[in-house]
Each structure stands twice: as structure tokens, then as C-alpha cells.
């Protein structure tokens, strides 16, 4: 099965706009991270965002939020005032367990923001 | 460095060739990663090393993959044989601690190609 699941291979959003991006996991460890990556075309993976699996609120960082439904094991990317940089391939990762080093990675969704 | 630097940057190579990837990571991260990124795929884990000691090698796809980090700086990803599998971007990741709940960094990877 699946661990990181990431439904939506291409979105498209219009520049000032806000959108987001579908992340389920699947996991039976009480304790676990959830990550988003951003990898642009030089191909580096850039750390976006952080919730850990007892954090009472959503994690927000600059126009990145995290709405984290932990019923639903949902981890959705909300980015809000899309950019035209803000196109590029988005990664969701889980690290389970604590003290886990790994990362596991969704197949990402390729973000296209148009002008 | 300001950042995790990985070389070279491409690397062809004949198949059956053996191949040596190089990772500088940030000076003093402790936890170093390495990934394996196939074309539209997500990142799949490796090996991971705390300082020198390799602590996790359950992801090296065959006894042909071998990493090193002698002095707990930088890392080599050695590759004997080389198969056309074997083509994929490799990644290197350090991090400052074990506990990486801040996101590694990752370097900008080494695309492979085994023609």
C-alpha cells in the first residue's frame, strides 16, 4: 500500500490565486512527521513546511499552511498568492516513528502558475 | 559551504562501469541521507549515516551500491556495474541532528545516465 499518496499529477492556477495541493498517508505509528518539498527544474529539493503528528495547530509558514486532518490522514499544501516562482514539482513526505530518519515520498504534483 | 554540495553534477556512463558520487555536506550536520530519484518519481530512501557510522542501509537496492563517510563529513556513493536501472538523479541530504522535524537540506543531485 501506498504510504504518501498524491492524487493530482499537473494542477494549474492563475498568478495572485491560492491553491492546494491533495496529500493522504498512511501510517499505524501514533508518532509521525509530514513534509512538503518544493523541487523547481535545477532539481534541489527545498523544504517547505513541517507537522508532526501531535502538533495542535495547522503549521503556517509565509504563504505556506498545512491543513492537517488527522482523521482523514490528510496533510493538504495550501499556498496562497501564487507566484509565477512558485512553479514547480511539489513533493509530501512522512517520517514515522520517533527518532525515524527516513523519508518517505509521495509522487508529487507538478504546480503550473499561469500569469 | 552555505549548502549541501553534490558532484558532478552529470555523470554518463557505460554500463558495466563503476561510478563514485561525491556529497559535501553542511559543515557539522551530523545526519547525512542519500536519495534516489527516478524520472517523475519521488525520492526513495538509501542510507543514512550519523556522523560516520552508516546507520541505515536497508534502502541500497543491491549489494552493487556501496556508501561511505570515513571522517563523518563527506560522503561517497559508489555504484559497481553500472545498469541502465541504475539511471535516476541521486540526492544527498544532511541535517544538523537526528531529529530532522526542521526539514533536511538536500543538495541539488547527481543525474546519472547508464547508456
Known amino acids: 500500500a501506498q504510504k504518501i499518496t498524491q492524487t493530482q499529477p499537473g494542477m494549474f492556477v492563475q498568478e495572485k490565486e491560492a491553491v492546494t495541493l491533495d496529500c493522504t498517508y498512511d501510517t499505524s505509528d501514533p508518532s509521525y512527521g509530514l513534509f512538503w518539498y518544493k523541487q523547481p527544474s535545477s532539481g534541489e529539493m527545498i523544504f517547505l513546511i513541517y507537522q508532526g503528528s501531535y502538533d495542535q495547530q495547522n503549521a503556517t509558514e509565509g504563504r505556506y499552511s498545512l491543513n492537517f486532518q488527522k482523521a482523514r490522514k490528510s496533510a493538504n499544501l495550501v499556498i496562497s498568492a501564487s507566484q509565477l516562482g512558485d512553479s514547480a514539482m511539489y513533493f509530501c513526505?512522512?517520517?514515522?516513528?520517533?527518532?525515524?530518519?527516513?523519508?518517505?515520498f509521495g509522487e508529487g504534483t507538478q504546480l503550473t502558475v499561469n500569469p | 559551504g552555505a549548502g549541501v554540495s553534490q558532484s558532478p553534477r552529470y555523470k554518463v556512463a557505460k554500463r558495466g562501469q563503476d561510478v563514485a558520487l561525491r556529497c559535501d555536506p553542511i559543515?557539522?550536520?551530523?545526519?547525512l541521507f542519500w536519495y534516489q530519484q527516478a524520472l517523475g518519481q519521488g525520492p526513495e530512501f538509501l542510507t543514512y549515516?550519523?556522523?560516520?557510522?552508516?546507520?541505515?542501509k536497508s534502502g541500497l537496492p543491491s549489494d552493487r551500491f556501496f556508501a561511505e563517510r570515513p571522517e563523518g563529513s563527506v560522503s561517497t556513493l559508489k555504484i559497481q556495474r553500472t545498469q541502465q536501472e541504475d539511471s535516476a538523479v541521486y540526492l544527498c541530504?544532511?541535517?544538523?541532528?537526528?531529529?530532522?522535524?526542521?526539514?533536511?537540506?538536500f543538495g541539488s543531485g547527481t543525474r546519472l545516465t547508464v547508456v
Open positions: 541530504a544532511s541535517s544538523p541532528a537526528l531529529k530532522v522535524d526542521y526539514g533536511y537540506t
Open positions: 549515516f550519523q556522523n560516520e557510522a552508516q546507520l541505515d
Open positions: 559543515s557539522g550536520h551530523v545526519s
Open positions: 513526505a512522512m517520517r514515522e516513528g520517533v527518532g525515524g530518519s527516513r523519508l518517505t
